[in-house]
């Protein structure tokens, strides 16, 4: 699976959008993006995942580049309790494993 | 839908001690579990892959003779740490696999965070 590269840490203020970016300069065609987040001392929790299409859902929304090497995950009014580890996961569509990176701190301020 | 427990939820043992945790999918049935392990202030490592009735897939590094994996039935799996150390202490995650699930879509329990003395 290709690797990502997302910033260690990112501020935003409440109520703003939250727009964490995440590169996978290497992915491949049969690759899909997948963004998890994990609050603190919690078991991970599923956000979104995409192939090519942007794609939205009820928590977040998801935009992939025409050439799929980057993606920003976006929080369209963040909250305190967004504040997470987000991680951004290139996974081949059936393949069984997540490999998780460093991710990225989102701390969401008042 | 899509619940994932873990019990216990903490657990304090001392060292030279066996630790068992359990890992349930509560409303559905789980073909294949992960175990991952998570260090403070360091992303989640994944230890194995379980699959029911069948021996465990252990990642490169993680000794399976400490680490027994055993998922004996559709909806629950366990993971027991054999004479453990203080290097052991960890937080201990499990996701489930909906069986059937051509995505191998995961869904993560709340974490046991283990502590050996």
């Known amino acids: 699976d290709a690797k990502t590269t997302q910033p260690p840490s990112m501020d935003c203020a409440e109520g703003r959008a939250a727009n964490l970016p995440c590169n996978h300069s290497t992915i491949s065609g049969n690759e899909y993006v997948y963004w998890y987040r994990q609050i603190h001392s919690q078991g991970p929790q599923y956000i979104i995942h995409?192939?090519?299409n942007n794609e939205t859902n009820e928590m977040a929304s998801l935009i992939i580049t025409e050439d799929r090497k980057s993606s920003t995950l976006i929080l369209p009014h963040a909250t305190l309790r967004d504040t997470a580890v987000y991680y951004c996961i290139v996974r081949v569509q059936g393949g069984n494993k997540l490999v998780f990176g460093a991710g990225t701190i989102l701390r969401v301020k008042s | 839908g899509a619940v994932v427990s873990q019990h216990p939820s903490w657990v304090i043992c001392k060292s030279g001690t066996s630790v068992k945790i359990e890992c349930r999918s509560l409303?559905?049935?789980?073909?294949?579990m992960f175990w991952y392990r998570q260090f403070p202030k360091q992303s989640l490592m994944l230890m194995a892959t379980?699959?029911?009735?069948?021996?465990?897939?252990?990642e490169q590094g993680v000794e399976k003779d400490k680490f027994l994996i055993n998922h004996a039935s559709l909806t629950l799996s366990t993971l027991t740490v054999t004479s453990a150390h203080p290097e052991d202490s960890s937080f201990y995650i499990c996701?489930?696999?909906?069986?059937?699930?051509?995505?191998?879509?995961?869904?993560f329990g709340p974490g046991t965070r283990l502590t050996v003395t």
């Open positions: 409303d559905f049935q789980a073909t294949t």
């Open positions: 996701s489930a696999s909906p069986s059937g699930s051509w995505d191998y879509e995961q869904y």
């Open positions: 995409g192939l090519k």
């Open positions: 379980s699959n029911e009735g069948s021996k465990a897939t252990y």
